[in-house]
């Protein structure tokens, strides 16, 4: 009977610890000083490896300004797609900031705040081309690379008399772009703004979006204290044009209208 007390005891005490252990608050980051952040491990521009050998990206800033607004140290992890989720739900991060997009089956593992970044399929121009929908791209050569998602979607957007012109792959694409082959590129926000990156005097802006996913930052369950002052961050950074800015210099485009949960 003793031995099955102590049993009983030792069984409590193991759960009281290890619930503990598992709870990683508002309030326990505060009182441990340190915040640690799950960002993408090698997903430019939200995350990678730079020339300096530190990660930086999109993702990367928006952690710095959290972990300085909570007035903690950070503490970065860098992790692939699979690793987002289980880290967060083990307690190996607090946060996720690694350019994941919200959808029912996620949510029945983890909170999501509101959106902080763009992520999207769009249709990119010259600044001076008056384009701010798919009926003004009749007439227009309007580049794609053949049976991708953006593919598949400008099909269905164009009025007749848009010259869709499909090429074999992503080069080819940017390439006729580059040369003026066609007027319009189509394509994911983060690669036309790795092209614009790179071609530093190549006119692209975007016209409208065609697809959106946008990111959202992962919360464990239960922490809701913390889901609280993120979504506040959030806002926060919108309203005083922190995260434009970050926009800008990723992305080099201003921040859209992005979604509040």
Known sequence: MLLFKNMIKCAAIALLFLSTHAKADLSDILSKGVVKIAVPESFAPFGSVGSSGKHEGYDVDVAKLIAKDLGVKLEIVPVVSKQRIPFLETDRVDLVVSSMGANPKRAKSINFSSAYAPFYSGAFAASKLEISEAKDLKGLKVGVTGGTLEDLEITKMVPKGTNIVRFGD?????SAFKSGQVQVLVSGNTAAAQLAKNNPTLDIKRKFIIK?????????????DLLRWVNVFVLHKKLGGALNKISQKWLGQDLPPLPAL
């Open 212 to 224: 959106d996913s946008p990111c959202f930052i992962g919360v464990k369950k239960g922490n809701d």
């Open 170 to 174: 992503n080069a080819a694409t940017y």
